[in-house]
């Protein structure tokens, strides 16, 4: 293999231009083709990269032996079909979220791509977020002692999808964020959903997951919320943190407080509990781009062989994770026990 990775992006639509942006710039790769089947995409980005090929014929990218990778950004109802195809083809691939809209249909991608030796990855950036990173650092060198319980927002005012439910579009990010900050998977999980515009999708969704060693997480997503919010809070035995997607230059804060028990129980044996309050921290942390930072990681395990930290099988458990979340939905909360050893 060359030393630059021949790069393919695919879907030139909402998500494709910050993709072929990124891929763009990378210093080991390259972006060698821009699909769409829209033409006016295709005549932008010719103007914008010069010499990069433009076409709205997959089966061509495909068969293009200079292409290393695929990197798709197409509806996710295409996922799993586009993605076979590439394995098939041989080339390593980056989809967006979500990995497929069938867990079986997951996992058979990730035995396709093990055969083959191929690199599959799913577009799961916020793990290559410097915050969400500083935040699973946090939790796993103990500063916040043991987790207690999780809870994260993911809220906006539009845009309202056709094709996916709530649910669907945007509680991928926060399943991801969950199982890598946590570094496990959830063991059961409970869903209610909304259709609050009339529609046949939901638009709000209220999802529980437990954890081992009972920690519990708390995933509340909406397209109806008056603001933009992106933020998840971790509360420790010892410390608590908020990390805050939206925010500027705040991007993680650490909060010395708590809730313990006096040291002397009272008169009848029962303890009485006491807040502690103490010092804000807001760490520094690296500026990098997550999407340049994911684009630079499919690149790298392309280059090196290695498993990416977002790989078919994360790509995987987080599809079972929203299918077993629909189905608690539409069985009035029901809790859904999951299995994610893979």
Known sequence: MSDKINLAVVGAGYWGPNLIRNVA??????LHTVCDVNPKAL????????????T????????????????LATP???????TRQALEAGKHVMVEKPLAL?????????????AKNLRLMAGHVF?????????RKLVHDGTLGRVQYLYSARLNLGIVRDDLNALWNLAPHDFSILNYVIGAQPLTIAARGFKLL???LEDVAFVTLEYPGGVIAHVHVSWIDPGKVRRMTVVGDAKMAVYDDVSSDERLRIYDKGVMPDSLPDAYGEFKMITRAGDITIPKLDTTEPLKAECAHFVSCIKSGATPISDGVEGYRVVRMLEAAQESLENDGRSVVLNLAY
């Open 25 to 30: 710039g990378l210093p080991d790769a390259a």
């Open 43 to 54: 005549a932008q980005n010719a103007a914008r990269y010069p010499g990069v090929k433009t």
């Open 56 to 71: 709205p014929d997959y089966a061509a990218v495909l068969a293009d032996p200079d292409v290393h990778g695929v990197v």
């Open 76 to 82: 996710a109802s295409l996922h799993a079909a586009m």
């Open 102 to 114: 069938r867990s079986d249909d997951a996992a058979a991608l990730v035995e396709l791509a093990a």
């Open 127 to 135: 793990v290559y977020n410097p915050a969400v990173i500083a935040l």
């Open 198 to 200: 009339g529609r046949k």
